[in-house]
């Protein structure tokens, strides 16, 4: 007659329990596979897309707020030209002035126009002219929308300050004429390019503060709760000691039985 030993604990009951709470814990996520909750997989995938979209959102935003710094620091330069041609022209217009004394201010004059368009033409962002025309609008992807930024023509054609001379009074007048028109073009410019960064900034500060929240929803779904899973471990361990001590003890029972019989 055979003699079976009788377990009432599984040698394998609480193993599988124990291998996800340490997993848990050392990887600090609550779901490491779909199994171990489905929905909350799902919505965590769900959280991490719009996560990362508004991440690279952010970063395309942060590029287009440097290349609107970049387009407005090269505009500030021609305004600076602008100005000194303004005031070479109203110089110019002096009745007291000789026609020698014009022609070297008008000499300064020439030099600002070609640093007009040496800036214009230099001007550019990864390789991307800025303000000579070439480019016209650029497009940004933020996130789920899209944006558009302008950008204007500031060579002396853009400006309508090409051919101007100031070598005698007549011309130096139409000259601060069309500088004056300038000067203003280019502030309206400048203006844009304000209040595009306050648009991009806005919506960098929107976007963080949004994604904040989605870090929360996710953590809250996906992290491991510490306390739990630690006290979760020390149950299931205590558990799995006891179910050792009893096998054990059902094969040390066996082992009597055993010798009981060959004695």
Do not use: C, H, K
Request: net charge negative; no cysteine; aromatic share 4%.
């Amino acid at each position: 007659m055979p003699i079976n030993g009788y377990s009432s604990i599984s040698t394998n009951m609480y193993t599988p329990s124990v291998s996800q709470t340490s997993q848990s814990l050392a990887s600090g996520l609550r779901i490491n596979q779909s199994a171990d909750d489905a929905a909350g997989s799902a919505v965590v995938s769900v959280l991490t897309t719009q996560i990362n979209t508004q991440d690279m959102g952010v970063q395309n935003a942060n590029s287009g707020i440097s290349l609107l710094q970049t387009a407005d620091g090269a505009s500030s330069s021609i305004n600076s030209y602008l100005q000194r041609m303004n005031e070479l022209a109203i110089q110019a217009s002096n009745g007291t002035l000789s026609d020698s004394q014009r022609n070297n201010l008008n000499q300064e004059f020439q030099q600002n126009l070609q640093g007009i368009n040496q800036i214009a033409e230099s001007t550019s962002f990864n390789q991307q002219n800025l303000l000579n025309g070439d480019t016209s609008s650029i497009n940004l992807a933020l996130g789920d929308s899209n944006t558009t930024l302008s950008l204007p023509t500031l060579t002396t054609d853009g400006l309508a300050v090409s051919g101007l001379d100031i070598s005698n009074p007549a011309n130096a007048a139409n000259a601060l004429q069309n500088l004056g028109s300038a000067i203003e073009q280019l502030g309206v410019q400048r203006a844009e390019f304000g209040a595009q960064q306050s648009g991009l900034s806005s919506y960098i500060d929107n976007t963080q503060g949004q994604n904040i929240n989605n870090f929360a929803a996710r953590s809250q779904i996906n992290d491991t709760n510490y306390a739990q899973a630690l006290t979760e471990q020390v149950r299931q361990n205590v558990l799995q000691d006891s179910n050792i001590a009893m096998q054990a003890q059902s094969n040390q029972s066996r082992a009597s039985v055993l010798q009981l019989l060959n004695s």
